[in-house]
């Protein structure tokens, strides 16, 4: 009777060192003079170095892709699913004001096709690059037993910086702000689980089926689009300090997102009337979903708002760096989130 190796339990050592030979050369063009370490090492070292700021403070944060890969099984491209991750983190530091430094990766399966890891970590490397900031480093594992095999899951945590004395945390929000929104380029990487419940299962719809509400785009197309960093948009505004207070749209939509940022003795008022993307309106329909629901577990076209007592200013700006901005809404007397308009 012979004995069973690594490989026969599930693990293979051979196809993790063939994935992390497929993944060094984009990795490492993330790299700039702040990293240390190369690809491998235990851990990765980067120079703390902050030219120009008197105070820096270091912000984290860490997310994940949630059941959006899913999606990426059934369409089998695993292709933008990384840039969704590292672009999440991007927005979600972004609103305190800072800037990305280095971002680390955890990719979990059942069984590892190195293959598709290698898809999975070019995709984060080339955000990464987008926005100026290292991947430093990140593991990957096997677990068969625990996943499924073909299940892959995708988390990472991001570190940036920002100045004291330029900290955005909405405590210089106050009745009368505008808020300036700027388009989604659809869920993003929230509201996945409802979105597949609608359109997989009880509408029977497959990742290649068309619907004349999406126009040109195949259900799987819509849904897989990459979520937007808005991190190269927003830097004229945070050099000129025009902000008061900044949102990323996830899960909890507008209501859930904004209220996080505003100081006791602050509502706000929204104003729908931007464009909604067309996956949100087959969503809705076929789903049967009430707004009150469909604004609660999706973002509906405002990916990111912005606080300002300078509106004219801000949308200037944002024009003129390519942006779409559009008006979503006033600060407040109150401490609730309301709408004045229709929706989806």
């Known amino acids: 009777m012979s004995g069973i190796d690594y490989r026969d339990s599930g693990v293979d050592i051979d196809e993790g060192l063939r994935a992390v030979n497929l993944m060094k050369k984009e990795v490492k063009k993330t790299f700039n003079d702040n990293v240390l370490s190369e690809l491998g090492h235990f851990g990765g070292l980067f120079k703390a170095d902050f030219p120009g700021m008197t105070q820096p403070v270091l912000v984290a944060s860490m997310d994940g892709v949630g059941t959006k890969l899913k999606v990426a099984s059934l369409a089998g491209d695993y292709s933008t699913v990384g840039c969704d991750l590292v672009n999440h983190c991007v927005n979600d530091i972004l609103v305190q004001g800072a800037y990305p430094l280095f971002f680390l990766d955890y990719i979990a399966c059942g069984r590892l096709d190195a293959a598709v890891a290698a898809r999975i970590v070019t995709g984060l490397a080339k955000a990464c690059s987008e926005n100026g900031c290292a991947l430093l480093g990140g593991e990957t594992a096997e677990m068969p037993g625990f996943y499924n095999a073909g299940d892959y899951d995708v988390a990472g945590t991001i570190v940036g910086s920002v100045d004291r004395n330029r900290i955005i945390d909405g405590s210089a929000v106050v009745p009368g702000h505008s808020i300036i929104g700027l388009p989604s380029s659809g869920l993003h990487t929230n509201g996945f689980s409802l979105a597949r419940a609608v359109l997989f299962e009880k509408a029977g719809l497959t990742v290649s089926d068309h619907h004349e509400i ?37 899960g909890g939509g507008v209501p859930g997102n904004l209220i996080r940022i505003l100081p006791e003795g602050c509502g706000a008022v929204i104003t729908p009337g931007w464009d909604v993307p067309p996956i949100f309106r ?3 329909k076929l789903g049967s979903i009430p707004e009150t629901e469909m604004r609660r577990a999706f973002n509906l076209g405002a990916g990111f708002l912005i606080v300002t007592s300078q509106p004219e200013k801000v949308t200037e700006l944002l024009l003129q760096a390519g942006e779409k901005p559009f008006p979503a809404g006033e600060i407040t007397n109150g401490d609730s989130i309301e709408y004045d308009g229709e929706g989806v």
């Open 214 to 250: 999406l126009g040109e785009d195949t259900v799987g197309e819509a849904l897989l689009k990459i979520h937007r960093s808005y991190l190269n948009q927003m830097k004229p505004l945070l050099d000129r300090e025009l902000v008061t207070g900044m949102a990323h749209i996830t």
């Open 282 to 284: 087959l969503i809705k």
